[in-house]
């Protein structure tokens, strides 16, 4: 017997009792509410498939929300936190939420966009003189057959939008295994307690790994994003996200560490043979306090918050009466930028998958997938610990899965979805 299943034998028991909560996740004082556009009895499937996840020991809790015009139709609690504290999973459960911060991060940026106080098609260069001197690097053979890399001028600036889409040609090092990537893991970007102003400066030493503008690449556009708001606005990046977004949404546990430690007993944890060997994209221990306000991967946050942040969007930048974004704006954030006709590549690592092209911050999906009902216009995204979201303005309604699971998160994002989707009525 693996050390996974005797796991969640010794908690199976634990996980039968603990109580369903319900509380309100994106809208004040809202019940849940039955709707008239699901089939309840298949809206259970998915606590089955949740509840079977843990009994097979392949993740020791969750919390899901489905929410429809407004309202949560479906809010469960499933499992702990943690199979050593054995705490139950609530609705008040923090999480790490990795590259979910990217979209609070691209639309505090758009909000900057929206005040007129930057620009799509700026340079970077122009708010990080640092990134005037970009080179990008080619990997050639010379020749005794060895590859090397050659540095090459930009063919153009990197601008705000590249930033935005990922195709700035700044990448991670945390996977793949070209000669580019590999500088990026072994340079010395995360040493020390830095902040976002000594971030950009290291990472604008480091070579780009194609030219901007001609594939998307995933990795820490959004960390120099979060730089430009800093230079920008004149605050730090958390400070103007408390001030324009957080606070004003009633996202206030969102942030980038827990600085009380009497909250860490409410941190979600994985399962233990299910975790980083290595911090991923510069973060570690979300308790420990740091400079660094990764606007990439830093954020953690509960599925109260993030509901109401994915409730403001649907509802076209309003949320409780307050404008926080124009309506315009998130349609420009959730329509693709990347399409045939931008010429932008799609390489080994297109996470974003077949169907789908990339916004402002989001995937989006263009085409239905065959043999599933997964709507076009829908816009996603994830975190590489295991939280995950998508928004279906079509059907009026979000989905929000926060576990801790890195190994299992695709699986079940896909599988959980199809289920909502099967629940869904015509």
């Given at each position: 017997?693996?050390?996974?299943?005797?796991?969640?034998?010794?908690?199976?028991?634990?996980?039968?009792?603990?109580?369903?909560?319900?509380?309100?996740?994106?809208?004040?004082?809202?019940?849940?509410?039955?709707?008239?556009?699901?089939?309840?009895?298949?809206?259970?499937?998915?606590?089955?498939?949740?509840?079977?996840?843990?009994?097979?020991?392949?993740?020791?809790?969750?919390?899901?929300?489905?929410?429809?015009?407004?309202?949560?139709?479906?809010?469960?609690?499933?499992?702990?936190?943690?199979?050593?504290?054995?705490l139950p999973m609530t609705a008040d459960t923090i999480f790490?939420?990795?590259?979910?911060?990217?979209?609070?991060?691209?639309?505090?940026?758009?909000?900057?966009?929206?005040?007129?106080?930057?620009?799509?098609?700026?340079?970077?260069?122009?708010?990080?003189?640092?990134?005037?001197?970009?080179?990008?690097?080619?990997?050639?053979?010379?020749?005794d057959g060895k590859s090397e890399l050659v540095l090459e001028?930009?063919?153009?600036?990197?601008?705000?939008?590249?930033?935005?889409?990922?195709?700035?040609?700044?990448?991670?090092?945390?996977?793949?295994?070209?000669?580019?990537?590999?500088?990026?893991?072994?340079?010395?970007?995360?040493?020390?307690?830095?902040?976002?102003?000594?971030?950009?400066?290291?990472?604008?030493?480091?070579?780009?790994?194609?030219?901007?503008?001609?594939?998307?690449?995933?990795?820490?556009?959004?960390?120099?994003?979060?730089?430009?708001?800093?230079?920008?606005?004149?605050?730090?990046?958390?400070?103007?996200?408390?001030?324009?977004?957080?606070?004003?949404?009633?996202?206030?546990?969102?942030?980038?560490?827990?600085?009380?430690?009497?909250?860490?007993?409410?941190?979600?944890?994985?399962?233990?043979?299910?975790?980083?060997?290595?911090?991923?994209?510069?973060?570690?221990?979300?308790?420990?306090?740091?400079?660094?306000?990764?606007?990439?991967?830093?954020?953690?946050?509960?599925?109260?918050?993030?509901?109401?942040?994915?409730?403001?969007?649907?509802?076209?930048?309003?949320?409780?009466?307050?404008?926080?974004?124009?309506?315009?704006?998130?349609?420009?954030?959730?329509?693709?930028?990347?399409?045939?006709?931008?010429?932008?590549?799609?390489?080994?690592?297109?996470?974003?998958?077949?169907?789908?092209?990339?916004?402002?911050?989001?995937?989006?999906?263009?085409?239905?997938?065959?043999?599933?009902?997964?709507?076009?216009?829908?816009?996603?995204?994830?975190?590489?610990?295991?939280?995950?979201?998508?928004?279906?303005?079509?059907?009026?309604?979000?989905?929000?899965?926060?576990?801790?699971?890195?190994?299992?998160?695709?699986?079940?994002?896909?599988?959980?979805?199809?289920?909502?989707?099967?629940?869904?009525?015509?």
């Amino acid at each position: 017997m693996t050390r996974r299943y005797s796991v969640a034998a010794a908690f199976a028991l634990l996980i039968l009792a603990v109580a369903v909560g319900r509380p309100n996740a994106g809208n004040a004082e809202a019940p849940l509410q039955v709707s008239a556009g699901f089939s309840q009895p298949k809206l259970q499937r998915v606590g089955d498939y949740i509840r079977n996840e843990i009994a097979t020991g392949k993740i020791p809790g969750a919390v899901v929300l489905i929410q429809q015009h407004g309202h949560p139709v479906y809010f469960e609690n499933f499992g702990v936190r943690s199979v050593e504290s054995m705490l139950p999973m609530t609705a008040d459960t923090i999480f790490r939420l990795y590259s979910m911060s990217k979209p609070i991060t691209s639309v505090a940026a758009m909000m900057l966009v929206d005040d007129g106080k930057l620009g799509l098609d700026d340079a970077v260069a122009k708010y990080i003189p640092a990134f005037a001197g970009a080179k990008v690097s080619v990997e050639k053979r010379g020749e005794d057959g060895k590859s090397e890399l050659v540095l090459e001028p930009l063919n153009r600036p990197i601008t705000i939008e590249d930033l935005l889409r990922h195709t700035s040609g700044l990448t991670y090092g945390f996977y793949g295994d070209s000669a580019v990537r590999k500088l990026y893991a072994n340079s010395d970007l995360f040493e020390g307690d830095f902040d976002n102003a000594q971030f950009v400066e290291r990472i604008a030493k480091l070579p780009l790994a194609e030219q901007p503008g001609t594939l998307w690449d995933y990795g820490h556009s959004t960390d120099v994003l979060g730089r430009v708001i800093e230079v920008v606005s004149g605050q730090s990046l958390f400070a103007f996200e408390k001030q324009r977004l957080l606070d004003p949404l009633g996202m206030t546990e969102t942030v980038f560490y827990v600085a009380d430690a009497a909250k860490r007993p409410r941190i979600a944890e994985p399962m233990p043979d299910d975790r980083f060997v290595s911090p991923v994209a510069g973060i570690r221990d979300p308790m420990t306090p740091r400079a660094w306000e990764s606007g990439g991967a830093g954020m953690v946050g509960t599925i109260g918050d993030y509901a109401r942040f994915l409730q403001m969007l649907l509802n076209g930048g309003t949320f409780e009466g307050r404008r926080y974004i124009k309506a315009e704006t998130i349609a420009l954030m959730t329509s693709d930028h990347i399409g045939p006709e931008t010429k932008i590549a799609r390489g080994q690592f297109y996470f974003p998958g077949a169907n789908s092209g990339f916004g402002l911050g989001f995937a989006v999906r263009t085409s239905t997938p065959p043999n599933v009902a997964w709507p076009t216009g829908e816009y996603r995204w994830d975190g590489v610990a295991g939280t995950f979201f998508f928004v279906d303005p079509n059907d009026d309604m979000f989905t929000i899965c926060m576990m801790q699971s890195p190994s299992q998160r695709g699986r079940i994002q896909t599988e959980l979805k199809a289920l909502i989707y099967e629940a869904l009525k015509d």
